[in-house]
C-alpha cells in the first residue's frame, strides 16, 4: 500500500503515479482549491470534455482493474495537490458510529 501528495508544477500534464500491473485501485483526492484534470495511460489536458475533473476540495475518484493499473497523469495550475492512496484488495467505507 502506498500513501502520499503530489505537489503539480503546473501548465502541462505530470506523471502522478506510475503504472503497476500488480494495483487493484488507486484513490485519488483533490486537497486544494484548485481543479484538476486526470487521465488514464494517456496525457491529461485541461478540457471539459475529455478525461475527469475533480473541481472541489475533497473530492475524488477511485479507478479500480485494468484502469487502476495505468499510469495517472494530471493538469492543473502550479501548486495544486492531490493525495493519492494505492492499495490491493483493501476498501474504505465510511459510514456512522454507534455506541452499544
Do not use: W
Not at 502522478?16 to 488507486?26: L, Q
Not at 495517472?72 to 456512522?96: K, L
Amino acid at each position: 500500500m502506498s500513501a502520499g501528495t503530489k505537489v503539480l508544477t503546473g501548465g502541462s500534464s505530470e506523471l502522478i503515479i506510475a503504472a503497476d500491473g500488480h494495483r487493484d485501485h488507486i484513490t485519488i483526492q483533490l486537497q486544494d482549491t484548485t481543479p484538476v484534470f486526470l487521465a488514464f495511460g494517456d496525457s491529461a489536458v485541461a478540457a471539459d470534455t475529455v478525461g475527469i475533473k475533480l473541481i472541489y476540495p475533497g473530492c475524488s475518484v477511485r479507478v479500480t482493474g485494468n484502469k487502476a493499473r495505468q499510469e495517472v497523469y494530471g493538469y492543473a495550475a502550479a501548486g495544486t495537490v492531490v493525495g493519492i492512496e494505492t492499495c490491493e484488495d483493501v476498501e474504505y467505507r465510511p459510514g456512522s458510529y454507534i455506541g452499544l
